[in-house]
């Protein structure tokens, strides 16, 4: 059965043996959002260094630095809009404290989810700038962890390029959120806060327009070259068996869905995609992702509904369904 707010009230009532009249409160008080932000102090990137020095934790002023304020403000922004949306209580839906390390190495040119926490670079001021910047760029990697908990995807080949997808779409949700922007106004960019623009890059990936974020330039400089067709798909060993580079195939179709349903993309699709995200498994191909997109938007708004046409339109644009 489909979670909506009355369901997924009830699955938590009982989950926490509370009564339904004090679910209300429950769903309307902020307490579980808890935020640790830790500086690394440009130490190297090793795994046991990690968190580093704690600098602001929940309900403290914002610090001089503006990368702290940053992981704190934008880790915020993820919360809520997993909260406010799907009644999701932090990545594992029990609480869990967002940690988030800055500073990361000297001149490090990315950031991760490590299974338990994000960590950000300062970037090298050439291609990148610090990781922090990017709103879209704290939720996709904070999404990773959303993952860790629920369909648990492989970082490998299909199922890690839907990890990889997933994790741009809610990014792009969250800043499309909190900016109030609708299916148009959406620029549908990853990364365009952070990279340092130059004719040949605009961004890290283009979800419209996979492939497109950079232009003309063998090296890539820290753009992911992306099919926008399954007939392209990348079937070599790099970056996981192209993890990055495969996202482009789903992200196009989801993009494609969002436009073709309109108005604001978390209202519709993202719901459809949430759901998917849940149902999803640790080895789910495109396949697996493109049929359950299809049958969670009839289920949620009807057979032949204007949503699960569009859904079924994305996914025919990139070749994965008839
Ligand atoms: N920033 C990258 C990502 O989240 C790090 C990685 O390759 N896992 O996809
Ligand atoms: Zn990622």
């Known amino acids: 059965a489909l979670r909506n707010i009355e369901t997924a009230a009830e699955v938590r009532a009982e989950r926490r043996l509370l009564w339904p009249d004090t679910v209300a409160a429950l769903l309307t008080n902020k307490e579980g959002k808890n935020r640790e932000v830790y500086d690394m102090l440009n130490r190297p990137n090793r795994r046991d260094l990690l968190p580093g020095n704690l600098v602001r934790k929940e309900g403290q002023e914002p610090v001089e630095d503006p990368a702290v304020n940053e992981a704190y403000e934008y880790s915020g922004f993820t919360y809520d809009f997993y909260w406010e949306l799907f009644n999701r209580d932090s990545l594992d839906d029990s609480g869990l404290t967002l940690i988030s390390s800055v500073h990361l190495g000297e001149?490090?040119?990315?950031?991760?989810?490590?299974?338990?926490?994000?960590?950000?670079?300062?970037?090298?001021?050439?291609?990148?700038r610090r990781f922090t910047r990017g709103l879209d760029v704290v939720g996709h990697e904070l999404t990773h962890g959303v993952i860790s908990f629920t369909s648990r995807l492989a970082y490998l080949d299909e199922a890690g390029a839907i990890?990889?997808?997933?994790?741009?779409?809610?990014?792009?949700?969250?800043?499309?959120w909190v900016q109030k922007q609708d299916v148009e106004e959406a620029n549908?960019?990853?990364?365009?806060?952070?990279?340092?623009?130059?004719?040949?890059?605009?961004?890290?990936?283009?979800?419209?327009?996979p492939g497109t974020a950079y232009i003309n330039d063998p090296d890539l400089n820290g753009t992911d070259p992306q099919p926008d067709h399954y007939s392209n798909k990348y079937t070599g060993t790099q970056d996981n068996g192209g993890v990055h580079i495969n996202s482009g195939i789903p992200n196009k179709a989801f993009c494609e869905a969002a436009l073709q349903i309109g108005g604001f993309a978390w209202e519709k699709a993202g719901r459809i995609w949430y759901e998917a995200m849940l149902q999803l498994t640790s080895n789910s191909n495109f396949d697996k992702l493109a049929n359950t997109t299809v049958n969670i938007a009839a289920e949620m708004f009807g057979k032949n509904s204007p949503e699960h046409n569009a859904v079924i339109n994305g996914w025919q644009t990139v070749g994965l369904y008839e």
């Open 107 to 128: 001149n490090y040119n990315n950031a991760f989810w490590n299974g338990s926490q994000m960590a950000y670079g300062d970037g090298d001021d050439i291609i990148f």
């Open 163 to 176: 990890n990889e997808h997933l994790a741009d779409v809610f990014g792009t949700l969250i800043k499309q």
């Open 188 to 209: 549908w960019l990853i990364g365009d806060e952070i990279i340092i623009p130059a004719p040949t890059r605009r961004a890290i990936r283009d979800m419209k327009n």
